[in-house]
Every structure is written in structure tokens, then in C-alpha cells.
């Protein structure tokens, strides 16, 4: 079943409510967040800009889940039944703060980090905003660009993690060439 249609004004207002979640959820989780360990910023290291490593916050929530957005209703109720469901996701990126469900595996943790980097680069309203065109133009979570981008570098590094290359710079060519 396609999704449906919705005007310039409904998108527009479903990345504002997205970027408010984004800093709502960040200001919730950061301060029970932790830095990485030195073990998680040695693998990411050749990848990940040193910056982007110490300031990326980690939190494990095993027994907690995180709350879809407080406007998916609307969303449901204009027909939208295929809507991302935050508390199943092993993690969630909020800014630079990463939020789990599940331990951090060396892959999860290189997905995660592609999304801080995409927030670095865009800045969490057009992250937002990119995010919101990217469903709405995809149909699907796995059809959001800057999900294909994340699992395809992540896919990238499983196959050889010693063969280093710079996520700052994958990131940067895919928004030059607006794949975003």
C-alpha cells in the first residue's frame, strides 16, 4: 500500500516535530550518556574524525525502550502504517548522543557514528528535514538516504575493518551530490 500524499505545509511541519524530538530526546539521554571506552574509540579510530569520537555520547538501555514521537498519531491517523518503531531499533542517534537497546557491537557502534556525522555535517533540522523527504519519498525506513548511506558504509566497514576511509568524507560527497 503506498503512502500517503502529504502538501509542502504537512512535511514542512512534521520536520519541525521531528527536530524537537531529536533535542528532546538528546537533552533527555545525554546525561546518563557516557563517552566512548578507550577499546570503542580504537576501532572507530581511522574512520571517524577524533573530534566526532570523544564528543559522541553511548547509552545502553536494556531494560527501557524509547518512546516513538508524541506526533506519530497524526501521522497514523492521515494513513501513514509503516512508521519507524523507535522502542525495536537496537539504537537510536540523537545528535551525538546514541542510545541502545542492545550492547554495543563494533558494527552497530560504526552505524550509529555515520549518523553523528551526518548530523555534524547537516545540523539536526535539515537532518530532520532529510530524514522526513527521505520516508516520504522512499515509502520505507530502508529506503531513507541517510539510512542507505549509514548501512552502506557500515556494510563497508564489516567487510574489512582495517581498511580505513574517511566517513567525514563519504558524508560530505553525498550531500555535494544531494544523494541525501
Known amino acids: 500500500m503506498p503512502i500517503p ?10 520536520c519541525g516535530l521531528l527536530a524537537q524530538y531529536i533535542r528532546s530526546q538528546q537533552v533527555r539521554h545525554a546525561p546518563l550518556a557516557m563517552p566512548l571506552s578507550r577499546e570503542q574509540k580504537d576501532t572507530m579510530a581511522g574512520f571517524f574524525l ?9 547509552l545502553v538501555l536494556p ?3 524509547v518512546a516513538n514521537p508524541e506526533f506519530y498519531p497524526m501521522l497514523r491517523n492521515l494513513g501513514f502504517n509503516n512508521l519507524p518503531d523507535q522502542s525495536t531499533m537496537a539504537a537510536i542517534t540523537f545528535s551525538n548522543t546514541v542510545v541502545s ?5 563494533a558494527g552497530l557502534l560504526f552505524h550509529e557514528l555515520v549518523h553523528v556525522e551526518q548530523y555534524r555535517q547537516l545540523g539536526i533540522p535539515r537532518f530532520a528535514e532529510l530524514y522526513v523527504l527521505g520516508f516520504v519519498n522512499g515509502g520505507s525506513y530502508q529506503a531513507i538516504p541517510l539510512e542507505v ?7 563497508r566497514y564489516e567487510n574489512n575493518h582495517d581498511q580505513h576511509f574517511s566517513v567525514a568524507e563519504e558524508v560530505a560527497a ?7
Open 5 to 14: 500524499r502529504l502538501t509542502h505545509g504537512q512535511i514542512a511541519q512534521v
Open 149 to 155: 548511506n549509514a548501512y552502506a558504509l557500515g556494510g
Open 101 to 105: 537497546h542492545v550492547a554495543f557491537t
Open 50 to 58: 577524533p573530534q566526532l569520537i570523544d564528543d559522541t555520547r553511548l
Open 174 to 180: 553525498w550531500a555535494a551530490e544531494n544523494r541525501f
Open 63 to 65: 531494560s527501557e525502550r
